[in-house]
């Protein structure tokens, strides 16, 4: 399937920036041309993802779709890409997401060419960054996405965006740049084993370090990724960046940019340095435990909606990383799912966050009650997104966190024991905003003005909660295409010549979920 | 005596035109504008361009007793200093009339300057190394108190005045030294008698080397000797500032390439350390106190320090990996600083230099071209992909990795972290803060614009498509023997 030249995916990474480009040309008052622009790229863009969705091979577990072009070709660098069934679900939800997070934008009426300019950017860098094989390609997209964001965050942020914005862009900055040092340290130790000079990623992978020198490379990637996750206790930049971010930029934030972070750990650091990541396991566990109870518990005490969502990833993407580091077919499969879940529900619940501030201009959750009377429609959006974000049987939330408890009980059991109290915490921070927010007495006059919600935000929202019932009630599809590559995921992992300690570890781990 | 006038003819042909805009200065009224003078200087170095991509084949020719060396070094620096001057006089036509700075003279010793640099790029030879040295200095100290009505200016100029003769005293005396130890100023002679006495060096010898390296690290402005960058890069007229940060530097790196880390490479077991030392000192130091400073100008003139200790790292990598990093550095940090100096100059008004932070406020949305120009040079200065300043910083850690200094690319990626702090500020404030200058005073001068955009061009192609560069950054360094 290799091809060399440019295909497919290099027309998905072509057409956001292309629109970008466009956009410049767009007269900047005419607002309402630059949406209809930015609509058409992002639009395009998800019709075309569909079109690379039908051309993937879904029995295949290996790379499809691989382009490769030499770049600086006497340095071993090359633009390589590719995709699998792990990278095309998250390519998929981001370019849903991102017309319907265009869409949103709409109450944005300050500098809009440069507010749209700068989304059609970030979509670029995202989908760079899942589809890149190539180590210092996927170092390029991964930097490059932070500067609109960074834009996004500080220029139509809320009152403290000018910290937050920093914030993000320092801690990100701070693991990515100890990252690419190990990407430097790692292609120069290939080159001098293998005496080929490659960033190629699928090359790198057949490199066997020693376990010291792996554990520290693990430690810079780890490092990176975690900040992105972001994993206990590197989380601090995100509630700042969350609750100072624009409507849009949160939902693409909480829904696509942390998934980055575990996919990352999927697609790099686990397979690159499987040893050390299987003698860091315990402590990344522990780690991911911890996230998910302090997010749950810390989630429970705001009084900003917003804030609470934030927190709120923090507890769930504590999950997502408790199924990888299982390990094994279920917990890495619950973790891919759940990634795609917590893009939907949480994207939908920072819209509807959006939305409501759209009408009031608060976040409080003083500031409202007994909304379901004046406003029964967003009422029953936000309940049935609350169930989708607990896991309600029946919605996508479940089907995620079955598989990753399942998983991860075969690793490590009391962990997993712990685990499980963060969905009850969880259950108990949602619905108790909820009850707040929505019924008890209407009290505050200010909300017996409230409108509710418009063609437009149910248009934005539709498309979401039927994926949100499908993926509950249907996994099938989803989880079929992911397992081979998955299984080819997990195969590189755990069959790397281990050292005996790491053997038995694995091998328990493998009887334990064969009970499946 | 060996005559050849060949290796010279890009200095010859600056140089002349430097004369005959001096010689048609005379002819001009002084109440008229100048702006030809401006075109025949840009002639000049066109020309001077033309003649370096013609020699540019690979020759390698040695003139006047190989004192002289004519290589693809010497032409990739002659380059890069066409290039700072041609940028430099573009963007200082507008900002001269509104200064009343002499245009004249100031194109002229532009042009004397470059004829200065291009002769410590070629010289194969401590006496006429230091004949280039010293025209570029003596130009440059004049070009930084060329401003007469600005007090800022003076000082600036006396403090750079007293400092670099302090440091070319350390120079002469160097060469003093090393000529007493080997007889010879010439550095193939010099290198041959190193190679031939390895273990008879007299300890005057390693002394001449450290004086020489002292007045490097002054020229470059590496810390500990960083005292007068800062204060002279802010006193000079913008435009002079960002030629001194750009092509000064440039050319203290040539002749620290060629002459220490070249031709004296016997002496790199004594100076690794020290220069460790002096890379990261500078590289910290730089960045932390870039952090704390509120004018624009003089954040740029502490962040120049620290480039300076970025190209500190393949200079402590040694000949065998860090000759490409530290040559495509310097271009790729030719092209983002000159454009930063470019807008800044762009912002000036008649009396008020209007560098500090806060006269960016707004400027992205007031001038969307300006300000998405500087946001691109802040960002390729603190090294975001896919711009050439992380271009230029991912093959300088490179270099560092594949030599075995680790720790020499940790404590560069952080100190690469610690840039982004105040090159992000210059972004929040063109973007994320009100007021500041307004939208009508600025000066809508082509030129300016012209220049940024070369600036802008050479920034994106460096970053995106840097292969052509970096295999004639790898030419240009092994053409050096």
Redesign the interface.
Known sequence: MAAHGFGALTILLAIPAIGAVLLLFVPRRQTGALFAAALLAAGGEFLWSLEVFRRFDAGNGAMQLIERVPWMPGFGIQYIVGIDGISIFLVLLTTLLMPLAILASWTVRDRVKEYLIFMLLLETGMLGAFVALDLFLFYVFWEVMLVPMYFLIGVWGGTRRIYAALKFVLYTMAGSLLMLVAILYLATRHAQVEQVLTFDLLHLYNLHLPLQQQTWLFLAFALSFAIKVPLFPFHTWLPDAHVEAPTAGSVILAAVLLKLGTYGFLRFALPLFPEAALAALPWIIALSVIGIIYGAVVAMMQSDIKKLVAYSSVSHLGFVMLGLFALNLQGVQGALYQMLNHGLSTGALFLLVGMIYDRRHTRMIDAFGGLWQQVPVFSAILLFVTFSSIGLPGLNGFVGEFLILMGSFARAPAWTASAATGVILGAIYMLWMFRRVIFGPLNNPENQKLQDLNGRELAILAPILILIVLMGVYPQPFLSRMQPAVEASLQRILTAPATPVALNQNMSGEQNSDGR | MDVNLTPLLPAIQVLTTALVVVGRDLFIDERQTKGVLAFYSLLGLGLAAVEVAVLLTGRQESAFNESIMLDNFALFFTLIFLLAAALTILSSIHYLRQTGIHEGEFYALILFATVGMILMAAANDLIVFFLGLETMSIAVYVLTGMWRSSSRASEASMKYFVMGAFATGFLLYGIALIYGATGSTNMNLISAYMLDQPSEWPLYLICGGFLLLIGFAFKAGAVPFHFWVPDAYEGAPTPVTGFMSVAVKAAAFAAWTRILMFKLSPLDSDWLFPLWMVAIGTMTLGNLLAITQTSVKRMLAYSSIAHAGYVLIPVVVGVEWGGLPLLFYLLTYSFMTLGAFAVLTSLADDDVPRDNYSDFAGLG?KRPFLGAAMSLFM?SLAG???LAG?AGK??V??SA??AGH?NL??IG??N??LS??YY?RV??AM??EEGGVAGKSFRESPFVYLAITIAVIGTVYLGVL??SA??WS?LAFFSLE
Do not use: C, D, T
Request: net charge positive.
């Open positions: 949305f960002l975001f992909p896919p992380f991912f093959y850690f490179r990795v594949l680790l690319a940790i990626v952080l690469s972290l982004v702090v992000l972004i929040v973007y994320m840097p292969s970096l295999s790898r």
